[in-house]
């Protein structure tokens, strides 16, 4: 699921697209090097977490006595998100001296409300990574400048009333995303036949053991503690049923499944699918979960992460002792199932077996 060219059964390939962190990132180089040059830059470029440098054309530029801002038109590639097409704009200013690099909400982008997430209260709502390639193209321009940074998403208050946004505690709007700053392809035809080649070539390798993981920090935990060929990783992504099915009629030895623990939960819940669009955590099955005195203040809690503060390492194992039960159920009797629950560091927090 590394290659951009997987294919969908009519055999066009999937086009990957960029995160709205990686288009606020690069509008935020552009509106700095204006403000420290007079000129945008434009095709601006900028490096992701990965490694890759994609250049983005600039769709709004603007200036004042003290500030200047630019702006990038969001391109999802084949995804269906609803970002796609929106103009995310970065202005910048100075910021009080000492201060660093903060960040403002802007119209569009929400803020946070609730606890739980990976941003506390109060804070707009830009993901930590986000955050962390702003700092980065910030610091490459303008070495210990003490700048705010505001993010807008154009008409994105609309745009995130088709979110769980919302439900999360997220108010005003959309959030700015992305771990990678690539959107891959949500096809689930594609994506469900790239986890069936992968078991393919597995078993022609005569390997008795995979791992399905759910995102890049769910398999670099599995890898760290398995340490298997590297065929045996696959990129299953939410589709856990896809992979079980044909595991049930393609069998190996062993499955290992590793995700988050919300992830978990949900396929601890019977959810073959665990995109975020195909349903949310039942938190209150979770609640019965924990130890009678725990209960009250886990049925405060807004979010799976924020139950699994409260719950900790035996609420994480009671999770993934029931998400194992309920792949053993998917994938038959001939595959032993084990399930590791990751956290947000990278940590395995519960496991079955």
Known sequence: MDDASELIPTGRPLRRG????????????AALSALLTGTFEDPVMIRLPGGQTPSFALAHEARGTDWAEAGIIKDAGDDPDVTHGALVIARVSP????????????????????PGLPI????????????????????????????????????GRALAEKTWNGRLGIVGGLSVLGTTGIVVPYSCAAWI???????????????????????HGSETA?????????????????????????????????????????????????????HSARGTV?????VQLLPAPLQ????????????????????????????RDAAQEMVGDRVHVDVLVVDRAGSIVGESA
């Not at 109060?122 to 705010?148: F, H, K, Q, S, W």
């Not at 405060?300 to 994480?316: F, H, K, R, Y």
């Open 282 to 286: 039942d938190l209150e099955r979770l």
């Open 95 to 114: 910021g009080p001296h000492g201060t660093g690099v903060s960040f403002a909400a802007g119209d569009g982008v929400g803020t946070v409300t609730k």
């Open 18 to 29: 960029w995160t709205t962190g990686a288009c606020a990132t690069a509008a935020t180089r």
């Open 193 to 215: 036949a790239s986890i069936q080649r992968g078991v393919d070539v597995a078993r022609a390798m005569g390997l008795s053991h995979v791992v399905g993981s759910t995102g």
């Open 120 to 155: 506390p209260p109060g804070e707009p709502a830009i993901n930590p990574v986000p955050r962390r390639m702003i700092r980065e193209v910030i610091t490459d321009l303008a070495p210990g400048g003490d700048y705010c940074v505001t993010v807008s998403i154009r008409n």
């Open 222 to 274: 599995a890898r760290a503690r398995l340490g298997l060929d590297e065929a045996a990783y696959l990129d299953m992504g939410d589709f856990v049923g896809g992979l079980c099915k044909y595991l049930r009629r393609h069998p190996v030895e062993r499955l290992t499944i590793a995700g988050g623990f919300a992830k978990m939960a949900k396929l601890a819940q019977g959810a073959m699918d665990l």
């Open 296 to 323: 009250t203040p886990g049925r405060a809690a807004n979010t799976a992460s924020e139950l699994l503060a409260i719950g900790g390492v035996p609420l994480a194992t009671a999770v993934a002792q029931a998400a």
